[in-house]
């Protein structure tokens, strides 16, 4: 079993930034895949940033390409996204998520953390 806490959500002003933690406890959380998506208000969820278990292999969404970071500090068993340049479209609840390999995590995951509001204001 693994378990997932985010947080780091909050409030910010359009062209701001903030940096998301996923901090992972249970079994060897190391060895996961952990990605980061997010769900807006009546939409789907949807895939926005993946990193390997060594941090080596790291995957985007276009629409945050170039702007978001996502990186991983094994020795904390946290991982971190880094979001610059924010828009009002990027506001959503962010989820982190658990896979055994970075195919697996972006598109089924195995846990899932229990989510963090990212507000961005015009």
């Known amino acids: 079993q693994v378990q997932l806490v985010e947080s780091g959500g909050g409030l910010v002003q359009a062209g701001g930034s903030l940096r998301l933690s996923c901090a992972a406890s249970?079994?060897?959380?190391?060895?996961?895949?952990i990605g980061w998506f997010r769900q807006a208000p009546g939409k789907e969820r949807e895939f926005v940033a993946a990193?390997?278990?060594?941090?080596?292999?790291?995957y985007y969404a276009d629409s945050v390409k170039g702007r978001f970071t996502i990186s991983r500090d094994n020795a904390k068993n946290t991982v971190y996204l880094q979001m610059n340049s924010l828009k009002p479209e990027d506001t959503a609840v962010y989820y982190c998520a658990a896979g055994g390999s970075i195919v697996r995590v972006t598109n089924r995951p195995d846990y899932w953390g229990q989510g963090t509001q990212v507000t961005v204001s015009s």
């Open positions: 249970g079994r060897t959380v190391n060895s996961d895949a």
């Open positions: 990193i390997s278990w060594s941090g080596g292999s790291t």
